[in-house]
Each structure stands twice: as structure tokens, then as C-alpha cells.
């Protein structure tokens, strides 16, 4: 079955230090993979995505992620972290089969929290 | 500024109350999905749609129910609230081709159930 992994629950950095989420996944074929970032009681927000080409993404905020195909791996980063940062943040592969095919499935999310 | 549009930001119901959570979108989406989200377990499915009248079962339909009479608005129905339904919903959309755009989100309706 197509899973996503998270391995950190909770992460905290220093503002201004560089910032790395982890993320794997779980899938045979090339994956449509994607960021999302909850602010506290909010919706979701899309920080960027990857279905083909470069495996460098740039997204939005000044994220980025990179898709490593040979580790399973879709990490995001983010040189230098803003104290307005502090989110939940989910990473997403899109099901091309099974009864989910077409749907996302998400992990269970990064929490980060940013230290003045 | 394309947008899923959910009606209520916080709602207290009353254990065995019948409770609906609304959610509109403006885009147009053929898809739309009902998520519940709560700390440690991330977002569950609960139902989803493909078109109007369509509905499928997520991954935790138990104890809840749907409706999609028009494109644009999918609502959730808790037929008798139960206090294990206190939590955060999520309604999201998107295009046929949701594998290449992602999903869109509303604000989140937090429903405690007491």
C-alpha cells in the first residue's frame, strides 16, 4: 500500500538557523508528492509540489524540497527560518492505484516550533 | 482568489444532536473531501466525492454521513454526535486532476461535542 512517513513529530530551531523536514514514502512508480503547511487553526496550504522534472522544487515563503528517487525521500528545507514558520507542516504522495487512486494521502505531519 | 468556503470556524453540539458542517467552493472542482484531523493521528478521509451525487467511503465513515446535491457544496452530517467526534474537519477540493495541482483547503470547522 502507498504510506507516507514523517519521522519527526516535533522539530525546534532557532529563528534564522536552516530548517530540514523529513519525508518518505512508500511507492513504485514515480510519485506526485507535495508540501502543505497548517498554520494554528487553519486549512492547509500548499507549499509546493513534484510530479516530474527538476527534482529541486522551488515553493512558496522560500521553501524548497528535493526528490531523491534512490532514498525514497521528498525532504523540504528552508535556509534560514522566520519566527512566523511555527506550523504544522504535512507532506502528501498522490495514490495512482488502489481504492484511493486519485486521492492524496498524507502523513501524520511535522510540528515545528521556531525559538526567538 | 479561488476558495473553499467552510460555515462555521467553531461549533458545540450536544451528544446525540444531529449536526451538519457545510462546504462550498468556487472553482468549479469535480472532487471534494471530508478529513478529520486530530493531534497524533494527522488527517484521516472520512468521505469523498467525484461528482454530484456521487459519494465514496473514506477511511473512517463510521458514524457519519454526506451529501453533495450541488456541485459546488458537500456537506458533512454527524447523525447523532458523539463526544469522540470532537475535532477538527477539514473540507479540501479539487480538479479531476488533483494529482497535478493538489488539493485546496478551507479554514477548518473545530466541533466539540459535549
Known amino acids: 500500500a502507498q504510506s507516507v512517513t514523517q519521522p519527526d513529530i516535533h522539530i525546534t530551531v532557532s529563528e534564522g538557523a536552516s530548517l530540514e523536514l523529513r519525508c518518505n514514502y512508500s511507492?513504485?512508480?514515480?510519485?506526485?508528492l507535495f508540501w502543505y503547511v497548517q498554520s494554528p487553526g487553519q486549512g492547509l496550504q500548499l507549499l509546493l509540489k513534484y510530479f516530474s522534472g527538476d527534482t529541486l522544487v522551488q515553493g512558496i515563503k522560500g521553501f524548497e524540497a528535493e526528490f531523491k528517487r534512490s532514498q525514497s525521500s521528498f525532504n523540504l528545507r528552508k535556509p534560514s527560518v522566520h519566527w512566523s514558520d511555527a506550523a504544522e507542516y504535512f507532506c502528501a504522495v498522490g495514490a495512482l492505484y488502489g481504492g484511493s487512486q486519485g486521492n492524496l494521502i498524507f502523513g501524520k505531519g511535522t510540528k515545528l516550533s521556531v525559538k526567538p | 482568489d479561488v476558495k473553499v468556503t467552510q460555515s462555521s470556524r467553531y461549533l458545540v453540539k450536544r451528544t446525540g444532536e444531529k449536526v451538519f458542517l457545510e462546504c462550498v467552493q468556487d472553482?468549479?472542482?469535480?472532487?471534494m473531501f471530508w478529513y478529520r484531523q486530530d493531534p497524533g493521528l494527522g488527517l484521516r478521509l472520512i468521505y469523498f466525492s467525484y461528482d454530484v451525487k456521487m459519494k465514496e467511503k473514506g477511511d473512517i465513515p463510521e458514524g457519519y454521513s454526506v451529501s453533495r446535491e450541488k456541485k459546488e457544496r458537500f456537506s458533512l452530517i454527524l447523525e447523532s454526535a458523539s463526544t469522540n467526534q470532537t475535532s477538527m474537519y477539514l473540507c479540501?477540493?479539487?480538479?479531476?486532476?488533483?494529482?497535478?495541482?493538489?488539493?485546496?483547503f478551507g479554514s477548518g470547522t473545530r466541533l466539540t461535542v459535549v
Open positions: 472553482m468549479d472542482h469535480e472532487n
Open positions: 479540501a477540493s479539487s480538479s479531476p486532476s488533483g494529482l497535478n495541482y493538489g488539493y485546496t
Open positions: 511507492y513504485g512508480a514515480t510519485p506526485y
